[in-house]
């Protein structure tokens, strides 16, 4: 089963979701604005990948935090906030194949669907 993470409007997902459908590879969609966040995957994403990978630092949710809550971000800070903003998190997040992929690039799909 494919699962792929995020918020429809992204430009990021667009082109997942494209790419996707261009190879004809099924997915289910998880829109974190109407279905809130999986924190099953998201914990998974944190061990595989790390808070520092999977929170989105360059975002405006990221920068609208207080700079005390940044300096002291960790794993278990990374879900609370997370939970209250999704769209803090790295966009897609794609599982498939017991691979979790970070973000979205051509490659990285296709090594997970070779």
């Known amino acids: 089963?494919?699962?792929?993470?995020?918020?429809?409007?992204?430009?990021?997902?667009?082109k997942a979701f494209t790419w996707l459908d261009e190879h004809k590879i099924a997915y289910t969609f998880h829109d974190y604005k109407k279905q809130g966040l999986d924190e099953a995957a998201f914990e998974r994403a944190l061990k595989q990948h790390g808070w520092e990978n999977v929170i989105n630092r360059r975002g405006t949710t990221w920068h609208k935090l207080p700079e005390a809550t940044q300096k002291s971000m960790n794993a278990e800070?990374?879900?609370e906030i997370a939970r209250e903003n999704p769209s803090i998190i790295k966009r897609p997040l794609l599982s498939a194949n017991d691979d979790l992929v970070l973000?979205?690039?051509?490659?990285s799909y296709a090594k997970v669907f070779k």
């Open 1 to 14: 089963m494919t699962t792929i993470y995020g918020i429809k409007n992204c430009d990021t997902m667009k």
């Open 77 to 79: 800070k990374a879900l």
């Open 103 to 107: 973000g979205f690039s051509e490659d």
